[in-house]
Structure formats: structure tokens, C-alpha cells
């Protein structure tokens, strides 16, 4: 797949300008460039820095999906294999948007949902793989496009201060374009020029084409924490229902469900119509063979903290 950044609106319908830029190669020559974003003030921002490259395997199958999008983690040190946390598909044949999403590796979570131990997770660079499916030897995507989770802080101002940030220092979360540091998640590390850009593409240039991203660790990032990484806050929670936002630390999320944005990988055609997509949740486990978190009343089995409903867990 040849990449090219190009604006993006709120809609994946919105007309686009194409901005040429220089691609880094991520697996099998592929990468991924930015998306222009129409609302800045609630995208997060961030200079693009270097992701380890993780080396995912998909196994084959018989009859290729039409959309597929398989995440592996990596150990930032030691043993260096890539292991496949869970493999998300739509059928071959289906040709309806929004159809039907099935992953494995979910231990018991909805069938969208993601589960990687909490502390493999932590210490792991992720890579979420796309792989189209063709019909008659035609792709069925012209272009596949990530948007990566990411939040807004509960706390900005002008002297804002969390995890991911060097100790001692702060950060002005007043200033225009807003500094990549006063947002938390994947996307302000993933995508080139955040906020301009929440989202990256890559164009499918043959059949079977495949596309990679990849987020570092949270250990790497300094982030404390897997909401580094974990995007599994409840709907009722995003928009303040029942919760109490004291609860979290600094990098807290600030509430409303337009600050909270989820990963999703989109196939469109060459109108720029969609074709599929997948909306995906990431979660920590905190023990073996246990969904949800919020049934482990215990606090010393959690290690690090992600978004579910438990107190202790916040």
C-alpha cells in the first residue's frame, strides 16, 4: 500500500485536500500519514516519535476476510516474539456497513473487545495489522484508515502535569496549536501532527494488501499507567453518568463523550464511501480467565491502572 496524508472532517464523507508527505515504511512498505481534523480543540496533539517495530504473523486462512485487522504486542526487551492478542474479522461475502465484528482472544469479553494481561500489555509495543480482502482480484478497499484512541485530561490549564511528562515540569495546555503532551493515549504518539491529524491512511494498492501501526509500550512512554493503551471506559462513564471523575489521577479523563475517542479502522472506496468498519476496545486483564474487572473486588490483584468500573482500579 502507497500512503498519503489527507484533511479529515468529523465524517469519513467530508471532502478531503491530499497533503503529499514522506512515508516511514512499516511493514511490507507500508505507513501510515495523518488525517486533518476539523475540531482541534478536542483532538490531542503530539510529535511523532519512533514506535519499536513488532513483526505480526497472521495465520493464513482458506478464505481470506474481507476486512481483517489483527493486533500483536511485543516485550520492549527479552523475548522478542510477537504474539497475537486477538484477530478481528468480517466475512468474505459481507458487503453491508457496520456488519457483524467477530475477534478471538477476547476471554470472554464482547465480542469487539480485546483482552491482553494487564502486565504483558504494559510492557509490550502494540501493532494493529489491516488486511483487505479483494473480489474477482479487486481489493474491495480503496483506502483502509486508522484512528486511534485517545482522551482528554480532566485537568489542561496552563501549568498541566501527568505521567508521560518530565518530572519537575509542566506544560502550557492554553497555548494554539495545543502541545502534544496534554493529551493521553495512542493516537498523539501514532499519528504524525496531532491534533491537525487524528487519523492516518493507507492505500491499497494490491489484493490482499496489508497496513501496520504501532504504539510503544507504556512502560517505554513513562505513562504509569495502561490507559496508555486501553480504551475500555463505559459509555455511561464517557458522559459522566454516575462517576465520579475525582476518583482518577492526574491523567484523568475531563468527561464528554466528543473527549473520549475510540479505535477504528475504516475501509472506504474510491468515492471516499465506506465500505466497512470496527470499532474496537482494548482492556486489561487483571487475572487469568476473569471478565470484567469490576468482579475482582481485591486491589492487590490489580497491577496498573486502566478505565474499568472498579474504584480501586482507578
Not at 497472521?58 to 526487551?77: D, G, H, L, Q, R
Not at 493529551?183 to 487524528?198: C, R
Request: charged share 10%; net charge negative; glycine share 6%.
Amino acid at each position: 500500500m502507497n500512503e498519503l496524508r489527507e484533511p479529515s472532517g468529523n465524517s469519513t464523507l467530508q471532502a478531503y485536500f491530499v497533503l503529499l508527505v514522506t512515508a516511514a515504511i512499516i511493514a511490507a512498505a507500508c505507513s501510515g500519514k495523518p488525517e486533518i481534523t476539523a475540531s482541534a480543540s478536542t483532538s490531542p496533539v503530539a510529535s511523532p516519535s519512533a514506535s519499536p517495530t513488532a513483526t505480526p504473523t497472521p495465520t493464513p486462512t482458506s478464505t481470506p476476510p474481507a476486512f481483517e485487522v489483527v493486533i500483536t504486542s511485543k516485550y520492549e526487551s527479552g523475548d522478542q516474539t510477537a504474539t497475537t492478542e486477538a484477530d478481528c474479522k468480517i466475512a468474505a461475502g459481507t458487503a453491508t456497513y457496520g456488519a457483524a465484528v467477530a475477534c478471538t482472544n477476547t476471554l470472554g469479553a464482547p465480542t469487539t473487545s480485546v483482552a491482553i494481561p494487564e502486565g504483558r500489555l504494559f510492557f509490550s509495543a502494540l501493532t494493529w495489522t489491516i488486511n483487505v480482502g479483494s473480489v474477482s482480484g479487486v481489493p474491495v478497499c480503496d483506502r483502509v484508515i486508522f484512528r486511534p484512541y485517545y482522551y482528554v485530561p480532566k485537568t489542561q490549564g496552563t501549568a498541566f502535569s501527568a505521567p508521560w511528562i518530565a518530572a519537575g515540569t509542566t506544560v502550557d495546555c492554553t497555548k494554539s496549536p495545543t502541545p502534544a503532551n496534554c493529551f493521553g493515549g495512542a493516537a498523539p504518539v501514532i499519528i504524525s501532527g496531532f491534533p491537525n491529524y487524528t487519523s492516518s491512511y493507507s492505500k491499497v494498492t494490491t489484493d490482499q494488501a496489508t497496513a501496520s501501526w504501532s504504539l510503544q509500550s507504556a512502560n517505554s512512554r513513562s505513562y504509569g499507567s495502561n490507559r496508555a493503551s486501553v480504551n475500555n471506559l463505559s459509555a455511561a462513564e464517557r458522559i459522566g453518568v454516575g462517576f465520579d471523575f475525582t476518583l482518577h489521577a492526574s491523567d484523568g479523563f475531563a468527561g464528554g463523550a466528543s473527549n473520549f475517542k475510540d479505535y477504528v479502522f475504516e475501509c472506504v472506496d474510491q468515492w471516499n464511501q465506506p465500505v466497512y468498519s470496527m470499532t474496537l476496545i482494548i482492556t486489561d486483564q487483571d487475572i487469568t480467565g476473569v471478565y470484567p474487572n469490576a468482579s475482582q473486588s481485591d486491589s492487590t490483584i490489580n497491577q496498573f491502572t486502566d478505565w474499568d468500573s472498579a474504584a480501586w482500579d482507578r
